[in-house]
């Protein structure tokens, strides 16, 4: 598969929606004022838009136009034929804005628009739509409105790129995505024949072969530990120290996600520490390798590395910058000046960045983080129960953070299970720290799966006083047979191979790991403890030799259906195509043997969508496997996430 050529698809989603956008404006006449949400001005570097799809910032747009209209009134009669403001909200238009609109008398000098972009390349094989709050509408407050704009983006994939011949789902949500993308196809115009015009063009998407042969969508649930342990690679050190929007990196010196969500006291302890008298600006980093040689190289490497590597390019620019000597000849001076110079000092500007970085990190995280990965280890594994409590205890008492530490508290849920007696130490604990008005935090991340029901307080109490030693937790049994978990398998995931690896790419290739862990296995990106669920997918995906090898490895799983082309030759269906089945129930059926043509794949292929947000240790283990299978994967998300982002949207609810 030419990469060069896909890539350059892989950019026309840009286009689609500057076409969506520029209809907008011509639909609208005359001259128009261009007013855009502060929060959303930094996509604005590939798209315009005005405002998200929420009402109170809706109310507070209409607010400004009643405003307007009151001092405007006896000047000017408002022609309700022309309507005089035009608001383009993302991604949809909800039907609570049109009865806002009729409350404050607007509904006939506002239009509304819908306007939604489809995927945003922000790094090689990267996508993302930068679509605000899904985690918490869809999986806390059970809204599926967002969804709606997924599925769309999803059917312009298809449109762009060719169905894939399977389309795998896990989870709810990615089943109702593909159920929205069936019905949009099945209630586009119909070509050819089937319209009743023979002599009319056929659609020429019918026909196309798909670049990608296989699509999986995953709901952000179905992996939870992925997103809440902490990683060791350097672009997911990152974001759990600053905050991401659209592919640019907050630089700043002052102000941290560390500090920012600790208690009061502990920030006024933390600045009244030495600290150099300078001032400094807060700028960004664009976490692009086509734009930034220095995160390009480094992006997937373990931290531990990162630093020696960064201070040995320091001292060599710093050699650079020293080579100017007074026996140089007045042809030489002007070329070192000219084009030497200039270079040097844009290498120095971008690499005091990255320095910069990698200072708060070792500050912020670094004094703890052994610790911190020990414990989280042991999470894992399902031991040392006492050493965990004690820990997260410990953390509530003297150096509590308002999102790291609930994070923390949600690993336990997941991975072992909390008792109703731990529950109510650990809220306390949290209460007394923050305060009760916390409290309903806790019923939203019990929504989310992320904490247990604590409605049953009692029930669970009386639970917890019965002795059952269990060896292994639900988490563990199903971890294990996906073999996610290094530490109790040794076969899960392919040995090295190297072909077409290079140290430049991502540091990946080659090499062990601060922690002893192979390169060459993706659980390096937690330190050798955990493999992501969508990358082990994605490899169990390839490595099946028929289709009976995929229901040896992956038929337990019930939630895991199937579709995509190969199962809509030869049947008819009248509402798009045919209905996902599960991997068990398809090998038993008529369609077992166009499957097993499939497997092996020819051209390891594969479009993964994540829904409610993926993380940089799940891509950095990808584009391992990338790497190590000779694959092509393309991953992509609402939004790109760390473990601290996640649970402050299920605060913020």
């Not at 950019?11 to 500057?18: M, T």
């Not at 949400?37 to 005005?50: D, G, R, S, T």
């Not at 910058?321 to 971008?350: C, F, I, Q, W």
């Not at 991953?635 to 601290?644: K, W």
């Amino acid at each position: 598969m030419d990469s060069s050529a896909s890539g350059g698809k892989l950019l026309g989603f840009r286009q689609i929606a500057q076409e969506k956008l520029q209809h907008v404006f011509y639909s609208i006449p005359s001259e128009k004022d261009l007013i855009i949400e502060p929060a959303l001005i930094k996509p604005l570097e590939h798209f315009v838009y005005f405002i998200t799809s929420n009402l109170l910032t809706f109310k507070s747009v209409l607010d400004q136009i009643s405003g307007y209209q009151s001092q405007t009134s006896g000047l000017l009669e408002p022609d309700i034929r022309s309507k005089q403001y035009h608001v383009l909200v993302l991604p949809s238009v909800l039907a609570s804005f049109e009865h806002l609109l009729e409350e404050e008398g607007l509904h006939g000098i506002v239009e509304l628009y819908n306007f939604h972009w489809d995927f945003l390349l922000l790094d090689e094989s990267l996508l993302s739509l930068e679509l605000p709050n899904v985690f918490a509408d869809v999986f806390v407050r059970k809204d599926t409105t967002p969804l709606g704009a997924i599925a769309q983006s999803v059917r312009i994939f298809n449109l762009v790129m060719g169905k894939p011949h399977l389309v795998f789902s896990l989870g709810e949500n990615a089943e109702r995505i593909l159920q929205m993308v069936q019905r949009m196809e099945a209630n586009k115009p119909r070509t050819g024949v089937a319209a009743g015009k023979e002599n009319s063009k056929p659609d020429p998407t019918v026909e196309k072969e798909p670049e990608y042969a296989a699509m999986l969508i995953l709901d952000r649930d179905r992996d939870y530990p992925a997103c809440l342990l902490t990683p060791v690679v350097y672009c997911g050190l990152l974001l759990e120290i600053q905050t991401l929007n659209s592919g640019s990196l907050v630089v700043d010196g002052d102000s941290n996600k560390i500090k920012s969500g600790k208690l009061v006291f502990l920030q006024q302890t933390s600045q009244e520490q030495p600290q150099a008298s300078t001032h400094q600006e807060a700028t960004s980093l664009r976490m692009s390798g086509a734009q930034d040689m220095i995160y390009l190289e480094h992006r997937y490497r373990h931290f531990s590395e990162v630093i020696s590597l960064l201070s040995s390019q320091a001292k060599t620019l710093g050699l650079e910058g020293k080579a100017y000597s007074r026996e140089m000849k007045l042809h030489e001076m002007r070329d070192y000046v000219t084009n030497k110079l200039p270079k040097v000092a844009a290498a120095k500007k971008e690499l005091f960045k990255h320095l910069r970085l990698c200072e708060t990190i070792v500050e912020e995280i670094g004094a703890n983080f052994e610790k911190h990965q020990m414990i989280e280890e042991s999470m894992l594994t399902n031991t040392n129960r006492k050493q965990i409590m004690n820990y997260i205890l410990e953390l509530l008492s003297s150096d509590a953070h308002k999102y790291n530490t609930l994070r923390l508290i949600c690993l336990y849920h997941v991975t072992i299970g909390l008792t109703g007696e731990d529950m109510t130490r650990l809220m306390t604990g949290y209460l007394t720290a923050f305060g009760y008005r916390h409290l309903s935090l806790f019923h939203s991340l019990y929504q989310a799966r992320l904490f247990p029901d604590t409605t049953n307080l009692s029930k669970t109490k009386i639970l917890s006083q019965i002795s059952i030693p269990t060896l292994k937790t639900p988490f563990q049994i199903e971890a294990n047979k996906l073999k996610q978990l290094p530490t109790d398998s040794n076969d899960s995931v392919p040995t090295a191979t190297g072909a077409g690896s290079t140290d430049r790419d991502g540091g990946l290739a080659g090499g062990v790991s601060a922690g002893g862990v192979a390169k060459s296995c993706p659980s390096y990106v937690f330190n050798g403890n955990y493999i992501p669920l969508v990358t082990q997918l994605t490899h169990m995906i390839f490595a099946a030799a028929s289709f009976d090898h995929l229901n040896a490895r992956l038929g337990h799983l019930e939630r895991l259906k199937v579709s995509g082309r190969v199962l809509e030759q030869g049947t008819h269906q009248a509402h798009g195509g045919a209905a996902p089945k599960t991997i068990k129930e398809l090998s038993a059926s008529s369609h077992k043997a166009a499957l097993n043509q499939l497997f092996p794949f020819k051209e390891k292929t594969m479009f993964i969508f994540i829904v409610g947000g993926i993380t940089y240790a799940e891509i950095a283990a990808c584009h391992l496997l990338e790497r190590t299978i000779g694959a092509k994967i393309v991953l992509s998300s609402d939004r790109i996430i760390a473990g601290h982002d996640l649970i402050e949207s299920v605060v913020s609810c």
